[in-house]
Structure formats: structure tokens, C-alpha cells
């Protein structure tokens, strides 16, 4: 599946950004859909998780502050980030799991940017 991430930029501390990640095929047929995100300097780390259940999963660092949900209709799925800090500024990834003949799949999308100002 190809993955289109979009809605990284530039913000102030305590400002909000929206993250799409728009699926090539129906998003309910996708296992998990969710965002890493990796800091300069820092490795990739799981930022939120949205299960074909509409099960979430999130960081301990953004619990409280980001949303991700899945719209079927539209085959995307929305990272909401509110009361950003400085440290939540990194590239983020989206990624989508399935499970194809050969077994479980991981595909990535291009990063999208978010820097967050002090």
C-alpha cells in the first residue's frame, strides 16, 4: 500500500498541527495505521497507533495531547496534536500493517516535518 503523508510545518509551543496519511487502498483492510516520529539526533519512535477496531495506542510522552483516528471513507488516517512542545518537533512517518500471502507486511510513507518553536 502507498502511504501520503501530509500537514508537517512550522509552530509555536502550545500550538496544534494535523498529520493525513492517505492510504492507496481501503484503510479498513489495513491492520494498524499509525505515526512514528524521529528526533534529531534521536531514534524512530512509535508516536500512535490506530487499529482496524478503532483501538488507539499512543507514546507516554503525547498521551493527552494527540489523537489519531481513521476515516474510512476518505481512506486516511489524522494524527491531531495539540499543546505541541519543543520536543515533539521531528520528521513523522506513517506506516500501515497487513497481512498479504507471504505473511505480515509494513509499509512506510515519506516523512512529514514538524517543527515546534519555543
Known amino acids: 500500500v502507498q502511504l501520503q503523508a501530509s500537514g508537517g510545518g512550522l509552530v509555536q509551543a502550545g500550538g496544534s498541527l494535523r498529520l493525513s496519511c492517505e492510504a492507496s487502498?481501503?484503510?479498513?483492510?489495513?491492520?494498524?495505521v499509525g505515526w512514528y516520529r524521529q528526533a534529531p539526533g534521536k531514534e524512530r519512535e512509535l508516536a500512535a497507533t490506530v487499529y482496524t477496531s478503532r483501538n488507539t495506542n499512543y507514546a507516554d510522552s503525547v498521551k493527552g495531547r494527540f489523537t489519531i483516528s481513521r476515516n474510512n471513507p476518505e481512506n486516511t488516517v489524522y494524527l491531531q496534536m495539540n499543546s505541541l512542545k519543543p520536543e515533539d518537533t521531528a520528521v513523522y512517518y506513517c506506516?500501515?500493517?497487513?497481512?498479504?500471502?507471504?505473511?505480515?507486511?509494513?509499509?512506510w510513507g515519506q516523512g512529514t516535518e514538524v517543527t515546534v518553536s519555543s
Open positions: 506506516y500501515a500493517v497487513w497481512f498479504g500471502v507471504s505473511g505480515r507486511i509494513t509499509d
Open positions: 487502498r481501503r484503510i479498513a483492510s489495513l491492520n494498524a
